[in-house]
């Protein structure tokens, strides 16, 4: 590793940006230097707030700074494309905050300009590196719970319970056609995948629009009317390769849900599962022995991933530390100057991921347009 800093600037500032910089400053090896957001006026209070030394009104500029060495991009979805495309022209590495771009189109000239010119390329599935997610997988890996058969859970929230609730991510031009199906539903997808090491290859889904209006925030601080042409309910099926069928819903429609995701696998041995908002406890579920909760201890799970728990058991880590943990693989990588080409999505997610989550949510799409039929996953 080198002794340099790696020096990362971040494009877009608004909840997840600052998450962004709490992860890479943790590492020690790496800071924050520059941010860029839709207005000077905006970055330079930013920057004074984080103690950031360079504040950038335009996004160009923080690219062409000679002295970024990563680009880390944590805008709405809709951005994604032409800001990776910019940062990959201009030679530097890029992270990009998930879901990777609008289309599956995007999101594959994003990979292919990436690899063309040989920079790291990554995404931030950052729920995969949760410490007992991580054990989950090491220990399915292994054939502790037989082959998987069922792969089911949910990613429940509140925030549009009611119809004066409004954010860009129910805009289809900002965040899609398929909104939370696509946003908070590829972290599920994601992990489906990722713990069970099983592609997904059809699915089939059925969406519901229950607040058809809703009421947007004006500039003069009144509302006007908003109509809702995405999904504020989603109910998936899928296949995976292996035969094993998936059932996820995914809303923010659900009082008392903060931020559930939940993720069981049901084995031909055994079943596990991991909830979300009780990050440091994983179910193992047995038919001819007792059931057990294992709790977070670093001594108790598997030696492949230990190093990911930093504190002793008894000391809650969560999704923060989750983030740390995706930031520290992406960014140790590129310290070590090690060949784009030789990373691992194990590690940590690259396009490629991206890539496939996207084809993912394209069957997903052309199912529910086809009024719940099954439709294969074509990348």
Sequence with gaps: MTNKKIRVGIIGFGFIGPHHLDAIRRLGFADVTAIATTSLKEAKSKAEQYHIGKAFGDW??????????????????????????????????????????????????????????????????????NVMLQHARAIIDKGNIGDPRFIHGHYLQEWL?????????????????????ADAGAHWYDLAEHLTGLRIVRMLADFSTFIPTRRKPAKNGKTTGFDVS????????????????????????????????????????????????????LWIGHRDEPNQILLKDPPLLDSSIRHLATLPGG?????????????????????????????NEIDFPTFATGCRVSHIVDAIAASAKAGGRWKPVKG
């Design 315 to 343: 000391h809650n880590e969560a999704w923060p530390d989750a983030f740390r943990n995706l930031m520290k693989r992406i960014l140790s990588f590129i310290a070590s100057g090690a060949d784009p080409a030789s990373t």
């Design 60 to 129: 160009r500029q923080l690219i062409d700074d000679p002295e970024i060495d990563v680009v880390d991009i944590a805008t709405p979805t809709h951005l994604h494309h032409d800001l990776a495309l910019a940062t990959i022209q201009a030679g530097k590495h890029v992270i990009v905050d998930k879901p990777m771009a609008i289309t599956s189109r995007q999101a594959g000239r994003m990979l292919k300009a990436a690899q063309g010119a040989g920079v790291v390329h990554a995404l931030t599935f950052n729920i995969r590196y």
């Design 230 to 281: 995405v999904p504020d309910l989603g109910m998936v099926m899928c296949e995976f390769e292996n035969g094993a069928r998936g059932l996820f819903n995914v809303s923010a429609l659900c009082a008392g849900h903060k931020n559930d995701l939940s993720i069981e696998i049901n084995g031909s041995r055994s079943s596990l599962r991991w909830q979300q908002e009780r990050p440091n406890e």
């Design 161 to 181: 319970l009611k119809d004066t609730d409004y954010n860009w991510r129910i805009d289809p031009e900002k965040a899609g056609p398929l909104a939370m199906v």
